[in-house]
């Protein structure tokens, strides 16, 4: 009886608790690898959900010995957490009073910052151990890696007018360049990022990871089409390579020869000119400059909290989110948008974590260790797609935590390494 209780006990440790809720949560992120009919709709329901979940599980953690401890070695994740909360207090005053919203309306247009929440929950796990670290990573780079292989399918099929098998689907982004753009779920950009890495800096099952890493980033330049991810992710790996070229001089040849390649074959023009507002993509550039403009009428309003918090429920607040036109969105204004959308006070929240990771990052070059190239890698992307695609949207904040947790991890714990992280984990 008593081992019985004692398993029991074990099977609902907090840790085995935050173990499967993250990998529920990531589970939901790939939208269940379309094995069922998930939409954009409950997409943002669980997104929802998630919030004060990670909210409740932090505040568990407050009240444990242990928790404590570890979170005392994440101080300035806590700080930054506690700065974020008394902003959404301050800015959900200002918005309620300003447009009347209720409680669940400030919830709705707020909620992705409670998302941060799960940055000290996954800390937690990984600083108990670094084979839960280990495990938790495979997880999530095979759902990655399923991700984007379910993408191509789902792109072909659609090229082909072949009928999609699985009952769900990827979002629907309309075409570009003459072919279907399908949202890439953000564990596809962590593992095409991830697997990317481990081919540079590592020589173990380097031709699965070089396949592995071939399907995310086709599947993200190919069918995802995002300009701006196209950009980042180059700017990324030609930093990876850059980098890993001190220890082998082969990477920089490589790194010169496909800059040399990508100019000559004119890809840098005909991307610069699909920004031009005459370009094929016009229409998107003239819609993001008017929306400049627009917004920035609101923050020389009232520059510390900017707009604020507005859900579109009525046809003067729906004016008043996307513009007279109905086609102005923060969400592509990247960090500009941020900054108009919260104000000053709240693009603090956006800085402060980059801020952290671009110092982390120099610091793990600086010990020469290999993860020190991821590192410099992720944080690039992140600074470069930051120009249009803001990492605290509700569409990407999900995925932020995970990188901020496992850039401290390393940061602190100068044993932790990713090599042992596929293939080798769990022996």
């Not at 360049?177 to 399908?182: E, K, M």
Request: overall charge positive.
């Amino acid at each position: 009886m008593t081992n019985t209780l004692r398993r029991i006990r074990f099977k609902l440790s907090y840790d085995n608790i935050l173990i499967a809720v993250f990998a529920l949560v990531y589970f939901l992120d790939v939208k269940c690898l379309c094995l069922i009919k998930y939409s954009r709709a409950k997409d943002l329901n669980a997104l929802e959900l998630m919030a004060p979940l990670f909210v409740g599980l932090f505040m568990l953690m407050l009240f444990s010995k242990v928790g404590r401890e570890y979170l005392n070695r994440g101080r300035f994740v806590t700080s930054v957490l506690i700065y974020t909360v008394l902003v959404v207090i301050i800015t959900a005053v200002y918005s309620m009073r300003t447009y009347s919203e209720s409680v669940l309306d400030i919830f709705i247009a707020s909620f992705h910052f409670f998302i941060l929440f799960a940055t000290p929950l996954l800390f937690y796990l990984f600083q108990r151990s670094e084979k839960t670290m280990h495990n938790l990573l495979k997880v999530l780079v095979f759902l990655g890696v399923a991700s984007s292989l379910v993408a191509i399918l789902q792109g072909v099929c659609s090229q082909l007018h072949i009928r999609f098998l699985l009952p769900g689907s990827y979002q629907f982004g309309g075409y570009r360049y003459g072919r279907i753009r399908l949202s890439p779920t953000n564990l596809a950009r962590f593992s095409a990022l991830y697997l990317t890495y481990k081919f540079i800096a590592e020589r173990e099952k380097r031709l699965l990871t070089g396949m592995c890493a071939s399907v995310g980033l086709f599947s993200i330049i190919y069918y995802g089409s995002t300009r701006m991810d196209m950009i980042a992710f180059a700017v990324c790996i030609a930093m990876m390579l850059y980098f890993a070229g001190s220890k082998k001089k082969v990477y920089r040849v490589l790194l010169i020869l496909a800059i040399v390649v990508f100019l000559s074959m004119g890809f840098a023009s005909e991307i610069l000119e699909s920004f031009s507002e005459s370009g094929e993509n016009g229409a998107s550039t003239t819609a993001r400059m008017g929306a400049i403009q627009y917004f920035l009428t609101y923050f020389k309003k009232n520059p510390l909290l900017g707009m604020g918090y507005v859900v579109p429920r009525s046809p003067s607040l729906t004016r008043i989110w996307s513009g007279p036109y109905g086609v102005y969105y923060f969400d592509d204004l990247g960090l500009m948008g941020g900054l108009f959308h919260y104000g000053i006070m709240g693009i603090v929240i956006n800085v402060l974590p980059l801020v952290r990771l671009v110092y982390i990052a120099v610091k793990l070059l600086m010990t020469k260790r290999s993860e020190g190239i991821w590192a410099i890698g992720v944080i690039t992307y992140i600074l470069v797609s930051q120009i249009s695609l803001n990492y605290l949207d509700y569409q990407r904040t999900l995925i932020f935590p995970l990188y901020w947790a496992l850039f401290e991890v390393l940061y602190i714990n100068e044993s932790y390494t990713f090599n042992r992280t596929i293939g080798k984990a769990g022996e």
